[in-house]
């Protein structure tokens, strides 16, 4: 039977990490995979999670099933988190949340649970998007659709044609927005737009999902959640898939959580029974160790004090790299504008260069991206920049 199976392509981000691994050229410059990385090009251990992590590992006295919602302290943190401290919704009963293998396994959870609800749901992403959005949404049968986002000319939000776009929607579809950082645009809308965006989710009766992986790496941790908050707090449902993966540095921890708005505490309840079993049926129970570090320093002042210092370092280090690069850019290139890169938010921007202008940063100047001129800002270095602007120039010129 399995003789039958096609070989699929190489997966174009990991063949770029692959090539990146291969080149022996000391200049050369990563700005594919979607990690953060600091002045020295380290993805490290933040301070906060490796005391946390002996915390958790000294007082651990089993290794047993914890339950297929995960960890409660951490969902009970995730809610606060996201929903906002204190805010009459983190402590609602109509909201349920459930942990989950990273941001990918929130967002599957969700797709799951819609589908069940209804399975002929088409789910509504911004185009573009991620380009994990269309297996982990789709790969349960959900149909995909997508609305105008990204104005290239501006580098910012199409809203004009994105509300036209949403208004047209059938009642009870269902819209998939980034919370901030938008990736791969960086374009991310503001609060008068979101103001905009929760009264028509309202009025069209639409069902908001709201995917946030980078919560602390745009603009701060209360602003990077300003849109989900007032959007949870208006409308009568939501889903919200949050990701730890970025602003814990915890990527291969795989950790996450889901949260379900409810119309009431029973229909809350009854999509907690729901995600249960769809937990159960795709993975059992999620991984406990991440999820208790998380617990542990949003459970603890003196490691939450420490962690979100050091997320605001990383934060700032982005904003830094985001000017000296617009800068370094508009001298070396000053025949093209990337002042867009300034205005955007997050790890992302396009470089807004053609396919062969890719290629050719690849092949003769070892600089890594993917083929849509998507860049992480932070696998730059402040010394590398003026080298990247460069290259970026003899690319365009040749
Ligand atoms: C937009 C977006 N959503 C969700 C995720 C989920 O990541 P993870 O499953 O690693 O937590 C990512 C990671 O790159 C992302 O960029």
């Given at each position: 039977m399995l003789e039958h199976l096609d070989r699929l392509p190489p997966d174009?981000?990991?063949?770029?990490m692959a090539a990146f691994r291969a080149d022996a050229d000391s200049r050369k410059v990563d700005l594919g995979v979607g990690v953060y990385r600091d002045e020295r090009g380290d993805t490290p251990v933040m301070k906060a999670v490796r005391e946390a992590e002996r915390d958790v590992l000294e007082r651990q006295t089993t290794?047993?099933?914890?339950?297929?919602a995960g960890n409660a302290?951490?969902?009970?943190?995730?809610?606060?988190?996201?929903?906002?401290?204190?805010?009459?919704?983190?402590?609602?009963?109509r909201v349920c949340a459930v942990?989950?293998?990273?941001?990918?396994?929130?967002?599957?959870?969700?797709?799951?649970?819609?589908?069940?609800?209804?399975?002929?749901?088409?789910?509504?992403?911004?185009?573009?998007t991620w380009a994990n959005h269309v297996p982990l949404l789709s790969g349960c049968g959900l149909k995909l659709e997508r609305y105008p986002y990204?104005?290239?000319?501006?580098?910012?939000?199409?809203f004009e044609s994105m509300m036209r776009a949403l208004e047209a929607l059938p009642p009870r579809s269902?819209?998939?927005l980034h919370a901030s950082c938008h990736n791969p645009t960086g374009a991310d809308l503001d609060e008068a737009q979101w103001r905009e965006i929760a009264a028509l989710l309202q009025r069209r009766a639409l069902l908001p999902f709201i995917d946030m992986a980078y919560q602390g790496l745009g603009r701060g941790l209360e602003a990077d959640a300003y849109g989900l908050r007032l959007i949870a707090g208006e409308v009568p449902e939501a889903l919200i898939a949050v990701s730890c993966?970025?602003?814990?540095?915890?990527?291969?921890?795989?950790v996450g959580c889901l949260l379900v708005v409810g119309q009431s505490s029973a229909a809350a309840e009854a999509a907690l029974t729901q995600l249960v079993r769809i937990a159960r049926g795709l993975y059992s129970m999620p991984p406990d160790h991440g999820a208790a570090i998380v617990a542990e320093i949003l459970g603890n002042a003196a490691l939450h004090a420490a962690w979100q210092s050091e997320l605001t370092t990383m934060r700032e280090r982005i904003l830094q790299l985001r000017a000296a690069t617009a800068e370094a850019l508009a001298v070396a290139c000053p025949q093209k504008d990337f002042s867009h890169i300034v205005r955007q938010r997050g790890m992302f921007s396009y470089l807004g260069v053609d396919k062969d202008t890719v290629r050719r940063l690849r092949e003769t100047h070892h600089v890594y991206m993917t083929d849509d001129s998507r860049i992480n800002i932070a696998g730059l270095r402040m010394e590398n920049i003026p080298y990247f602007a460069e290259a970026v120039a003899r690319a365009l010129a040749q």
């Open positions: 174009p981000i990991l063949g770029l290794k047993t099933y914890v339950a297929p302290s951490f969902n009970a943190a995730m809610r606060r988190l996201a929903l906002g401290e204190g805010s009459p919704l983190a402590d609602s009963d942990q989950a293998p990273g941001g990918c396994g929130a967002l599957r959870l969700g797709a799951e649970l819609i589908r069940i609800a209804r399975p002929d749901a088409v789910v509504h992403v911004s185009d573009p990204f104005d290239a000319r501006s580098g910012g939000v199409a269902v819209v998939l993966s970025k602003n814990f540095g915890l990527y291969r921890e795989r």
